[in-house]
């Protein structure tokens, strides 16, 4: 899973620096190759062992030799020498608005390699006084910096988590621990995690921690210790395993989940309450008993709390609902329905045929999913077209005739221009089960404009879900520059949705934006957003963002039955 990572990695890489270099059409090639192989479901080492890596679609004899040679020593020389020719830190390019061009002007005429140089450089004023850089670009490139900087050393929950429970499983089937848990980030299930922290308990510690400190996997041991170790794996990402005595396993689990902020708080309350509170238990103050520690959930309970679920341990309100019994419901895996944000191959950046979402959505037990396909000017051609909708419809219809306990929903994202308005006819809108809107273009506009904008679509009758309403991606734009408190209540008249999008590189809305529309009756809708098969499975973390965001089977279209999903999308408000 992580080497596939790796790979995908290098290739980009590789063809970052040819265009840095300005050779023609062989980044592409790298690129699209690069795309084939994060979208695959076959283990990639298999493949390789297979003598199959050809067969991967845009993979060529050049290029297989190359990905053969990740797989067996981690590293490319070509790869490598490139590095050598040209040293620009990989990390300068994701920076918006600075594209391969740009970043080679900057590295040969201010010797700009590393993103702590492109920022002295742009305080200095030197970047704007380049041939074609000027202030308006300055700014450009400073917003874009600020986002590279923060997701610096974060890593994606839709990477880590398969990795990591890779790695907790070979832990314990060395049968040296009696038990192993996530903590942290990673078990709140934050989209991004800086390191991953494994907590357990073993009879014999030393043993525990060499194996652990052995494993093939593990690049370099940061430290070892008998109750905390911690490792980079091979993929780069940094390991804390801690190992805890039964009697202290549940305050060591609540304290090391975290967040801090949550810790804070709740130490806070607990000395309030004449509690001592630290990873080995709660403690009472004056006579010094200690009266939890073996159980989380008892740590909670002695300071008169219900449980509260890791995902909502960010200091928002949580301790206090928890107090007043008022913690939400959370929403689970199995209230899911359907994913109601999918492209079939009719988009032109989509690639899953129609047969196949019904195969996936069939092994999911979905009872529908939405085929929402692009319309013409999302900036991509050979979208659906007002003609083409037609026929998408008649498609859906005639896959619906075979199906039994799932129907697909003929739907469209149709995209936001830049007045609000949107690039298909209102007779055409009709004719769809479901219609996503979602903004493509013009990310920059002014608070003021970008507000009238969404809620023109907002109130636009046709329009049942807001697609990916901040439009940030991680790593690269920060969200519009909204009047959430008018989109949300607009929202909540209109019955529009607000989606959570679950793809792990938007993961839109965000949590703290979810909670607040369900405090205000906002619905919303998971939609995966995929493109490739293997996309469906971002379904997941939807669900763990939507709980981040404290919403309750309720909240969401998701959880709906076929009939009422329907009705709600015909209701005149719907
Ligand atoms: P990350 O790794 O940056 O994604 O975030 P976390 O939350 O996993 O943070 P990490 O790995 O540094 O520490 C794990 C948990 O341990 C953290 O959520 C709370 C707890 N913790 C660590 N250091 C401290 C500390 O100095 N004070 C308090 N109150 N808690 C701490
Ligand atoms: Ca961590
Ligand atoms: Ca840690």
Redesign the pocket.
Known sequence: MQQRKRVVEILNEIADLLEIKGVDYKPRAYRRAAREVDSLTEDLSKIYKDGALEDIPSVGKNIAEKIAEILDTNRLEYHESLKQEIPIDPLLLRVRNLGPKKARKIWEELGVTSLEELEKKLESGEIRKLDGFGPKSEENIRKGLEIVKKSQGKNQLSDVLPAATELKNRLMDSGLFDDLSF???LRRR?YE???V?ILGTAEDREEAMDFFASLDTCDEVLSKGSTKSSIRTREGLRV?LRIVGVDSLGSAMQ??????EH??RLRELAISEGYKLNEYGLYEESSGEKVAGEEEEMVYRELDLSWIPPELREDRGEIKAARDDQLPQLVEIDDIKGDLHCHSDESSDGQIPLEVLVKQAQNRGYSYLAVTDHAETSGIVGGLTDKGVDEHVSRIEKANRDLDGLKLLAGVEANVQKDGSLDLTDNSLQKLDIVLAGVHSHFDLPREAMTRRILEVIDNEYVDVLAHPTGRKLGERGGFDLDWEKLFSRARETSTALEINASPSRTDLEDKLIKRGVEEGVKLSIGTDSHRVNHLDFLELGVYLARRGWCEPGDLLNTLSLKDLRSWLQSPAG
């Not at 304290?255 to 801090?260: D, E």
């Open positions: 903590a942290g980030s934050k995690v800086g390191d922290d804390d304290y090391f989940t975290g967040s801090q810790n804070v």
